[in-house]
């Protein structure tokens, strides 16, 4: 039986669209209290994303001097720490609760999970974990704007909004893209479209640009492109038709990972309790793969520039894909912290440059971004967000090919999406149309 959602009224679709028009239809004092609140939301997450990201590079630094056979010890006695934490503090959860929170409470997403998910999240990817710190920031951030609610007395869509901004304040922080980290925050949610959260679209991207402007003045990070590609030009109308191809190789890949990703959550659940044994495990596995293929470990934030500046063969680019999307389904499934949207787009690269050795006169940039586009909107369901996402970290102009790739990706992922709340509430909202 599906959740009821006493906070959501059940309208018919024309009125849904009217309110569309909402904010215009204010006078100017409500819009610009309105605006002064979402932009102090983006200060504040952008000054926490800030703090967060200083404190990683400095916990970073001093464990990336393992290297080879030591990993086998210190990967798992991070496991065995971020165990202990999950253990004493609580299960701060995945993306998936957080989906669940914004549909099925109201938008609020509990701050008392934070602690764990901080310190959990902060020695996962310290230690090497193949996850990205979008998803701790995510969750932190949403509960600020969880608390801002609170503290205004909002309700329905205003308070879920705030949530929201919050939110997309912590996801663009981290890519340097307000509309994208905006677009992101509300397409996450769903497994098909993302309406029902128009209203909320306009406060996700006034957030998320003070957040990015905080952020950025912190760390300098944001301002250029993340990474920097092969310079490309889009000149023959066939450049299209190869982004769809790559967009149907990068889906194929989608599908290759999810199978992966199952089948170490599978394995990794039949590891009994206590939850420390199994991070600890996980540790194992991650500390092998990264002695085996050292650019398997981290997030691939900085390790996608290798795949970039080395002449690697087609062959071990593929192997490297593999080890990769093992790493990530090792990370999440077994019980580390973090997201693994960067960690999908390093797969894509690897997979990409191998397809561009492979085919001759293919363009190496094309290639990579687009496969990186297809196997992220695959797995997340988010073309759009990918699209302006990577437009932002790779400096890809025009970004057209990027999202016909996005969207071939998203229209031949599973039926079954990996995060499984975006299909419950994709069910949810049905039934509520019904």
């Known amino acids: 039986m599906l959740p009821n959602n006493s906070d959501r009224p059940d309208q018919p679709q024309r009125w849904k669209f009217l309110q569309l028009f909402g904010l215009v239809r204010r006078n100017p004092l409500v819009i610009s209290r309105w605006v002064f609140r979402w932009v102090v939301v983006g200060i504040v997450c952008g000054l926490f994303a800030g703090l967060y ?126 509309l994208g980290g905006a677009m992101f925050a509300l397409e996450i949610l769903h497994h098909q479209h993302i309406v029902e959260y128009y209203e909320a679209l306009m406060p996700a991207i006034v957030s998320s640009c003070a957040s990015y402007l905080v952020f950025a003045l912190i760390t300098h990070l944001g301002i250029a492109p993340t990474w920097h590609f092969p310079q490309y030009r889009l000149e023959n109308v066939d450049d299209f038709i190869v982004a769809v191809l790559l967009g149907v190789v990068g889906a194929i890949a989608g599908w290759v990972f999810m199978v992966i990703f199952r089948g170490c959550d599978r394995l990794l659940t039949m590891i009994p309790s206590p939850v420390y044994v199994r991070t600890t495990v996980a540790g194992l596995g991650l500390g092998i793969l990264a002695a085996l293929l050292p650019l398997t470990r981290y997030f691939g934030h900085e390790e996608l520039d290798a795949v970039l500046t080395t002449s690697f063969s087609g062959v071990f680019l593929l192997v490297l894909a593999l080890g990769k999307m093992t790493a990530i389904s090792v990370t999440v499934t077994g019980g580390w912290r973090g997201g693994f949207i960067i960690p999908l787009f390093f797969t894509g690269a690897c997979i990409g440059k191998a397809v561009a050795i492979l085919v001759p006169g293919l363009n190496p940039a094309l290639a990579m971004i687009c496969t990186m586009a297809a196997i992220n909107a695959a797995v997340t369901r988010t073309p759009i967000s990918t699209t302006l996402l990577l437009a932002k970290l790779t400096n890809f102009h025009p970004f057209t090919p990027i999202l016909f790739a996005s969207l071939v990706g998203f229209f031949l992922a599973p039926k079954a999406p990996l995060i499984a709340s975006q299909l419950k509430t994709q069910q949810y909202f049905e039934e509520v149309e019904k």
Do not use: C, Y
Request: hydrophobic share 50%.
């Open 53 to 178: 990201w200083n404190i990683l590079e400095f916990m970073t630094h001093q464990l990336q001097r393992f290297e080879g056979v030591s990993l086998l010890i210190v990967m798992p006695i991070a496991g065995l720490i971020i165990g202990l934490v999950i253990h004493f503090l609580g299960n701060p959860g995945e993306i998936a609760v957080i989906v669940d929170n914004i549909h099925f409470r109201g938008g609020r997403l509990d701050a008392r999970k934070n602690p764990a998910m901080l310190l959990a999240s902060l020695v996962s990817i310290a230690a090497g974990g193949s996850a990205g710190p979008e998803a701790p920031l995510v969750q932190v951030t949403g509960s600020f704007g969880t608390w801002v609610g609170d503290r205004l007395q909002l309700q329905g869509e205003d308070f879920r909004s705030m949530s929201l901004a919050a939110m997309a304040a912590g996801f663009t922080a981290l890519f340097g893209s307000p």
